[in-house]
T-cell receptor, first 115, second 112 residues
Framework: SAVISQKPSRDICQRGTSLTIQCQVD?????MFWYRQQPGQSLTLIAT?????????ESGFVIDKFPISRPNLTFSTLTVSNMSPEDSSIYLC????????????FGSGTQLSVL | QKEVEQDPGPLSVPEGAIVSLNCTYS??????FMWYRQYSRKGPELLMY????GNKEDGRFTAQVDKSSKYISLFIRDSQPSDSATYLC????????????FGKGTKLTVNP
């Protein structure tokens, strides 16, 4: 597996502001994803981060709310825009390693609380 | 009916007990089945990864897949307090999308 560094690990934000979460992997990956984990709910895929092009969003998630960048094979950011208390959740970066059997590995997550 | 159903528990057992965790699913196209362990304030950690039906054993952990019943299980033998965590099942179809579908997770506590 790889070392997947995600920061910040937690933050408390005010309503209407934006937060950018960074994900850095220590080796090359084929695919990077962003998930959301709300209390009592299943992990939900937000989008696939595509290198050098627009992310692919799942139903219910839009680019204006969750802009994603992936400038290279090992780094991606997720921005949670114009936050409301409903955005309070854990956000997780996940990757499939290059030559790695299609197994999905996760970062340690960002615990976001919106007041 | 949700694609993947998992009893959220909580489940509390004494140290040394055999733990059985289960998920059912409705999509017959699922071919890959995974179990993740998630400690509090940490990301999910891949524990077991199986393809199609059958058993897979890794130390104290055994994963079983019964595709005819659309039912998967994770058994933990000689459970330890360090096994206390939330266990998530996940699955995906063969080929195409890497998208995993997760259960809600079962919170397990092993009491010393």
């Amino acid at each position: 597996s790889a070392v997947i560094s995600q920061k910040p690990s937690r933050d408390i934000c005010q309503r209407g502001t934006s937060l950018t979460i960074q994900c850095q992997v220590d080796s090359q990956v084929t695919m990077m994803f962003w998930y959301r984990q709300q209390p009592g709910q299943s992990l939900t895929l937000i989008a696939t981060a595509n290198q050098g092009s627009e992310a692919t969003y799942e139903s219910g998630f839009v680019i204006d709310k969750f802009p994603i960048s992936r400038p290279n094979l090992t780094f991606s950011t997720l921005t949670v825009s114009n936050m409301s208390p409903e955005d309070s959740s854990i956000y997780l970066c996940s990757v499939v390693m290059l030559g790695g059997d299609e197994k999905l590995f996760f970062g340690s997550g960002t615990q976001l609380s919106v007041l | 009916q949700k694609e993947v159903e998992q009893d959220p528990g909580p489940l509390s057992v004494p140290e040394g007990a055999i733990v059985s965790l289960n998920c059912t699913y409705s999509n017959s196209a699922f071919q890959y089945f995974m179990w993740y362990r998630q400690y509090s304030r940490k990301g999910p950690e891949l524990l077991m990864y199986t393809y199609s039906s059958g058993n897979k054993e890794d130390g104290r952990f055994t994963a079983q897949v019964d595709k005819s019943s659309k039912y998967i299980s994770l058994f933990i033998r000689d459970s330890q307090p360090s096994d206390s965590a939330t266990y998530l099942c996940a699955m995906k179809e063969e080929g195409g999308s890497e998208k995993l579908v997760f259960g809600k997770g079962t919170k397990l506590t092993v009491n010393p």
